[in-house]
């Protein structure tokens, strides 16, 4: 696996984001994901980047109960702003209505 600073130039960023982008690149690095056997959503934002079109973004395979995927508007780093989030809060509501509500 490369080093974060084969593939950020750092030199083009502040010193705290490096340190943050390597704190990150080591959890990564050290991350093994399990199965789980519960159900999930997947929020997926509208704009995805080159070569994002496998609609569970590989999740499926760990998500044992079952994956349902919402499209939402915004981007990836964007999704949380204005007015995106709305969007977003109202479909975890339903999500979380659905996992509440009686059959």
Known sequence: MPRIDELINFAEYPEEFRKHAETHWRAFLKYSPR?????????RVRKQPLGYFNMHLEWKEFIKGGLNVYTVPG???GIFDEPHVHALA????DCLQQVYSPY
């Not at 199965?35 to 929020?43: E, K, R, V």
């Not at 109202?90 to 509501?93: L, P, V, Y």
């Open 35 to 43: 199965p789980y056997a519960g159900t999930a959503c997947l929020f």
């Open 75 to 77: 981007s990836h780093d």
């Open 90 to 93: 109202s479909k975890i509501k």
